[in-house]
């Protein structure tokens, strides 16, 4: 597609329920990346896909996050028994480049997840 | 610790009313740093990536600046439309770290 596509736009979760959020990114980047924006504060980063292969995961806050990218496109970030803490903004950006300098990442327009 | 500032946290302008922006850094290990742009209920939209102190680049009324522990927006002539979030990050291994950014309101 033509830009970073993420679904759904909104979720309201209730405590303990799961969700999972779902990243199509730009067809053929290599890369792809995961952020958490909490309301006035910038992006932080969650964790990094290269095709498959997640390659750094240091930002997930618990073990209640996981992300995955089976076949290299598609991206889902899943968050299991949410809390009130994880409501955000949850942004995921691709980039075309496979090695680890920045070339240009394109956004999503993100998913609002609150938690009620 | 890695950090990132910038300020003000908001700046209003009247519609011609050249101002800058701020983000100092302390990072060890910097690949980069960049400027984004963010409208409510969208993502940051990449303006700018500067390498090296001493370096500038311009996009239309718009011009980053780099030092080695700074860099600065100067906005010229700002118009309405420019009315948005400015992020600032820097590169660091495989991510981007970012301020909290600038909210700018530019009134005609």
């Known amino acids: 597609g033509a830009g970073v596509s993420q679904s759904p736009r909104y979720k309201v979760a209730k405590r303990g329920q799961d969700v999972a959020l779902r990243c199509d990114p730009i067809s053929g980047h290599v890369s792809l990346f995961w952020y958490q924006q909490a309301l006035g504060q910038g992006p932080e980063f969650l964790t990094y896909f290269q095709n498959e292969a997640q390659l750094d995961k240091s930002g997930l806050p618990s073990d209640r996050f996981f992300a995955e990218r089976p076949e290299g496109s598609v991206s889902t970030l899943k968050i299991q028994r949410t809390q009130q803490e994880d409501s955000a903004v949850y942004l995921c950006?691709?980039?075309?480049?496979?090695?680890?300098?920045?070339?240009?990442?394109?956004f999503g327009s993100g998913t609002r997840l609150t938690v009620v | 610790e890695d950090q990132v500032t910038q300020s003000p946290e908001a700046l209003r302008l009247q519609e011609g009313e050249s101002s800058s922006l701020n983000c100092s850094y302390t990072?060890?290990?910097?690949?980069?740093l960049f400027w984004y742009r963010q409208d409510p209920g969208k993502g940051p939209e990449f303006l700018f990536t500067?390498?090296?102190a001493g370096e500038e680049k311009e996009k239309e009324r718009l011009k980053a600046t780099l030092t080695k522990k700074e860099s600065f927006l100067h906005i010229t002539a700002p118009k309405p439309e420019d009315s948005a979030t400015y992020l600032c990050a820097v590169l660091k291994t495989d991510k981007l770290i970012f301020g909290t950014g600038t909210r700018l309101q530019v009134f005609p």
């Open positions: 990072v060890s290990g910097l690949r980069g």
């Open positions: 500067l390498y090296s």
């Open positions: 950006a691709s980039s075309p480049r496979p090695d680890r300098v920045y070339y240009g990442y394109t």
